[in-house]
């Protein structure tokens, strides 16, 4: 079986692919306000394109892709992407990642098309408060989760970026409504990605006191979560609630990343926190080979760096979370 190195001899077996750099939210740590500098449609990946570059990384070992954005399912007939990639040879996991607010719409089509895990952002349970950092509607996001449990998705995870003075008063209250349907919770820290996450930086809270936080009202022991991503899972005991830990910043996971993220216009990102990137549209578009494809996917993959250093140079990167993909 054909599989992926970086030059640090960490396996790569996960493309985050964002599908848009649009959202229907405006989520302040994110995208600004008015903000309207999207990528032109004519520079977006088309499906087809789409489908070649994930083949050719399901072929050199990848076996999980994540759809994200923006927000995914602004992108029209993302349903019918979703199945292509679904039924790649090589592709065992195909999961989405979205703010739910159109879900309630395609969350059965999305089911039968191949998608079998989501992960919904939800960073307030307080319909004002969820307006204030998000712009938008929380009665939307709760009947795209309530449709996705209907129609067979499991896990459901939430995300939940922990903010101090934003929304960390809600953290236990999220415990429980996580608790009472049956999701996974994951917790996020704020990262100074572009210029809304440096300013989001000033609400900035290491994730260990926020478990100090539960530990005073949950027994927490050590918990495990399939899937490919950097959550560290402790368990609420006689509960089968995992909680899950994203700390970029207080405990980063640099050492055991697994993962590259694909732009919607075909810009390959090696790091999140670095500006290591390679463009594939001029290749697809100048009719390179699949031979080809796959060594300058190889290639970028060397250029991978060791670790982000957000700590060190938390101004290095300028562009937004949307626009590198989620």
Same mark, same amino acid.
């Given at each position: 079986?054909? @599989?992926?190195?970086?030059?640090?001899?960490?396996?790569?077996?996960?493309?985050?692919?964002?599908?848009?750099? &649009?959202?229907?939210?405006?989520?302040?740590?994110?995208?600004?306000?008015?903000?309207? #500098?999207?990528?032109?449609?004519?520079?977006?990946?088309?499906? #087809?394109?789409?489908?070649? *570059?994930? !083949?050719?990384?399901?072929?050199?070992?990848?076996?999980?892709? &994540?759809? %994200?954005?923006?927000?995914?399912?602004?992108?029209?007939?993302?349903?019918?992407?979703? =199945?292509? $990639?679904?039924?790649?040879?090589?592709? @065992?996991?195909?999961?989405?990642?979205?703010?739910?607010?159109?879900? !309630?719409?395609?969350?059965?089509?999305?089911?039968?098309?191949?998608?079998?895990?989501? +992960? *919904?952002? $939800?960073?307030?349970?307080?319909?004002?408060?969820?307006?204030?950092?998000?712009?938008?509607?929380?009665?939307?996001?709760?009947?795209? $989760?309530?449709?996705?449990?209907?129609?067979?998705?499991?896990?459901?995870?939430?995300?939940?970026?922990?903010?101090?003075?934003? +929304?960390?008063?809600?953290?236990?209250?999220?415990?429980?409504?996580?608790?009472?349907?049956?999701?996974?919770?994951?917790?996020? @820290?704020?990262?100074?990605?572009? @210029?809304?996450?440096? =300013?989001?930086?000033?609400?900035? /809270?290491?994730?260990?006191?926020? =478990?100090?936080?539960?530990?005073?009202?949950?027994?927490?022991?050590?918990?495990?979560?399939?899937?490919?991503?950097?959550?560290?899972?402790?368990?609420?005991?006689? %509960?089968?609630?995992?909680?899950?830990?994203?700390?970029?910043?207080?405990?980063?996971?640099?050492?055991?990343? +697994?993962?590259?993220?694909?732009?919607?216009?075909? %810009?390959?990102?090696?790091?999140?926190?670095?500006?290591? !990137?390679?463009?594939?549209?001029?290749?697809?578009?100048?009719?390179? %080979?699949?031979?080809? /494809?796959?060594?300058?996917?190889?290639?970028?993959?060397?250029?991978?760096?060791?670790?982000?250093?957000?700590?060190?140079?938390?101004?290095?990167?300028?562009?937004?979370?949307?626009?590198?993909?989620?």
């Amino acid at each position: 079986m054909a @599989e992926l190195h970086d030059r640090f001899q960490r396996r790569i077996e996960y493309v985050r692919l964002s599908v848009t750099d &649009r959202c229907d939210l405006r989520c302040f740590y994110c995208l600004p306000r008015g903000y309207r #500098d999207f990528e032109a449609p004519d520079h977006w990946l088309g499906f #087809d394109e789409i489908e070649r *570059v994930i !083949a050719a990384f399901a072929r050199l070992g990848v076996r999980r892709v &994540r759809l %994200t954005g923006g927000e995914p399912l602004v992108r029209r007939g993302i349903t019918d992407l979703a =199945r292509r $990639l679904a039924a790649l040879p090589g592709i @065992e996991d195909l999961s989405l990642s979205t703010n739910a607010t159109r879900l !309630a719409r395609q969350a059965g089509a999305l089911r039968r098309a191949g998608v079998r895990r989501i +992960n *919904v952002s $939800l960073d307030s349970l307080d319909p004002a408060n969820f307006r204030r950092i998000t712009g938008g509607k929380l009665d939307k996001v709760l009947a795209g $989760l309530m449709a996705a449990r209907q129609a067979g998705f499991h896990p459901i995870k939430i995300n939940m970026v922990v903010m101090r003075g934003v +929304n960390d008063h809600e953290v236990n209250d999220m415990v429980d409504f996580c608790l009472r349907h049956g999701f996974t919770l994951r917790f996020i @820290e704020t990262m100074p990605v572009g @210029e809304t996450g440096r =300013r989001a930086a000033s609400h900035y /809270l290491p994730l260990d006191q926020v =478990r100090e936080r539960l530990a005073r009202q949950f027994e927490l022991i050590p918990g495990l979560m399939p899937g490919g991503g950097p959550a560290r899972y402790l368990q609420v005991a006689g %509960t089968d609630l995992r909680i899950g830990f994203i700390t970029p910043l207080s405990q980063h996971f640099c050492a055991t990343c +697994n993962r590259v993220r694909l732009s919607v216009d075909g %810009t390959l990102y090696l790091c999140l926190g670095q500006d290591h !990137a390679v463009p594939l549209r001029p290749l697809l578009r100048a009719g390179a %080979t699949d031979t080809e /494809l796959e060594a300058a996917i190889r290639q970028a993959v060397a250029l991978k760096p060791e670790r982000h250093e957000f700590g060190e140079q938390p101004g290095r990167i300028v562009r937004f979370m949307a626009q590198t993909g989620g």
